[in-house]
């Protein structure tokens, strides 16, 4: 594929895209996916490093009692994402700077409203992952593979789960039933499975955009043509599909799963269609 | 157990759809009526919200479920001392605790799910509401839901002081840093950050948002719009 050539200038922008981006895609990701997707580790305790310094940062500039003159932020320093770990030694300087020239109320607001908004992004990805652990608890807790794709605290978090659910349909339920029937994973000790553990639906369907031209390719057994002109194209593919092994190589250099109603608004936007029928 | 004869899925099926005149009389006693009875109470409710906790159907269907147990266990008792081996014969007690023993798993699955729904509406009620329910929720819950509900806070919390972040503030994507909002109730003094507000009643404050999500969520605060 042609555009496989392309790996090292994409791998150089991979490298170059912030933690705030990275988070955001992740964020994205779990919204879309209908199963827990792989915690990444590493990313989160970066994002929350970061978020300390720019903590300590603003909360020291607060303490300051001046008002000194604009201090003009460096072009390396992205206001509209924290910066990635090769600049956070700059954070620590800019600190230093910052005590000693002083800062305009603006400039710190600003920073104040960046950090809100990382923190927003990192809250709501560990909380949309509690609530997919919560709702297929019974499944998670029974498979190696899910296990293993949550954090530390989350595993601990789903067992407690897990355990509550079961006590509370014993109490509730099973424990009035007759023997035999009085299981919890299976309907009855006729059954040959377990068959009364709610699972995602996995075939449901994620809007994906494409980011640069990707051709022809295939996804399991279907091939699909998705190219990109000037124009964004918005393909709707098959969730299966979307996080299965074959499609994560493409993911993330090729194409970014959208949130429902991102692609809403974004069709809304391309004349002549009508969303109306989506939703 | 294989399939049924054709006789007996018809019966069935005719009683659970459409009844004929003759058979108007089977409607009272027509199996996993109520259990759907609980299913339509899940269905018809309006999303995030609970209805009462209806303990009458729950029981009647309970005491359903044991019925059939005993009807089937009578009917199976029946073939062992006639002699017959209960796997392979095809007999009319045969169908007969089949039909026991399906309606049983179709009550049990609709008690299932009837309380596992409930439970989800009642996950979301930590994040939406708090880990306090007021009274008028309280109400609609059998006492294994409010159990339940203690469990579910106490595990949560568990995780957010494992990890050290507050996951239940922030719901909503931020737009200002600041908010300006208008107290409802007394507060009284609050130390928030590195200074310290007294909320009074009807006082007007430029807070952050953070800070002031928690009280707004109680109903304590509310934001002021111009």
Not at chain 1, 81 to 102: I, M, N, R, Y
Not at chain 1, 175 to 201: I, N
Request: charged share 25%; proline share 4%.
């Amino acid at each position: 594929m042609s555009s496989w050539d392309d790996e090292d200038s994409a791998a150089a922008a991979e490298a170059a895209a912030t933690d705030v981006e990275l988070l955001k895609r992740a964020w994205r990701n779990e919204k879309a996916a209908p199963e827990i997707l792989r915690f990444d580790s590493p990313l989160v305790s970066r994002v929350r490093e970061q978020i300390q310094l720019l903590v300590r940062f603003s909360l020291s500039v607060f303490l300051l009692d001046r008002v000194p003159p604009l201090h003009p932020p460096p072009a390396a320093l992205d206001l509209t994402g924290v910066p990635s770990p090769g600049v956070v030694s700059f954070q620590e300087e800019t600190l230093d700077d910052f005590a000693d020239s002083g800062v305009d109320d603006l400039v710190v607001s600003l920073y104040q409203m960046d950090l809100d908004r990382t923190l927003f992004l990192l809250r709501s990805y560990l909380r949309l992952r509690l609530q997919k652990i919560d709702k297929y608890t019974m499944h998670i807790s029974r498979s190696d593979d899910l296990l293993s794709r949550l954090s530390q605290q989350e595993r601990r978090f789903a067992k407690s789960c897990a355990e509550i659910m079961e006590k509370h349909l014993e109490q509730s339920v099973l424990s009035k039933l007759p023997y035999g029937y009085d299981s919890v994973t299976r309907q009855s000790l006729s059954s040959t499975e377990d068959d009364t553990v709610p699972e995602p639906q996995l075939d449901t369907f994620v809007f994906c955009k494409t980011k640069s031209d990707v051709g022809a390719f295939q996804l399991d057994d279907i091939t699909s043509n998705l190219t990109n002109g000037n124009e964004d194209v918005l393909a709707i593919i098959s969730s299966t599909h979307a996080w299965s092994p074959s499609a994560v190589i493409l993911s993330d250099r090729f194409w970014s799963v959208v949130t429902h109603e991102e692609a809403i608004g974004w069709l809304d936007m391309k004349p002549g269609i009508s969303t109306s029928k989506l939703l | 157990m294989t399939g049924l004869s054709a006789f007996w899925i018809e019966h069935f099926v005719l009683c659970r759809s459409g009844i004929p005149k003759c058979h108007r009389g089977f409607r009272r006693r027509m199996y996993g009526r109520r259990a759907s009875q609980l299913l339509k109470e899940i269905d018809s409710s309006e999303a995030g919200q609970l209805a009462p906790f209806n303990s009458d159907v729950f029981d009647q269907v309970i005491r359903e479920c044991n019925e059939h147990n005993s009807q089937f266990q009578s009917l199976i008792r029946k073939m062992v001392e006639q002699n017959l081996d209960i796997e392979t014969t095809r007999n009319e007690d045969h169908y007969g605790a089949a039909i026991h023993h399906l309606s049983l798993l179709r009550n049990k699955r609709c008690l299932m799910a009837y309380m596992y729904n409930r439970a989800e509406v009642i996950q979301s009620f930590r994040w939406k509401v708090g880990p306090v329910l007021p009274h008028d929720i309280q109400e609609k819950l059998h006492f294994s839901e409010k159990e339940y509900f203690k469990n579910h806070s106490a595990a949560i919390k568990s995780y957010i002081s494992e990890m050290d972040i507050d996951l239940t503030v922030d719901m909503v994507p931020p737009k200002d840093t600041y908010i300006q909002v208008r107290v409802l109730e007394d507060i009284g003094e609050v130390s928030l950050g590195d200074h310290s507000v007294s909320l009074t009643k009807n006082s007007l404050h430029f807070l952050r948002r953070t800070d002031a999500e928690q009280f707004i969520s109680q109903g304590l605060m509310e934001e002021f719009l111009e």
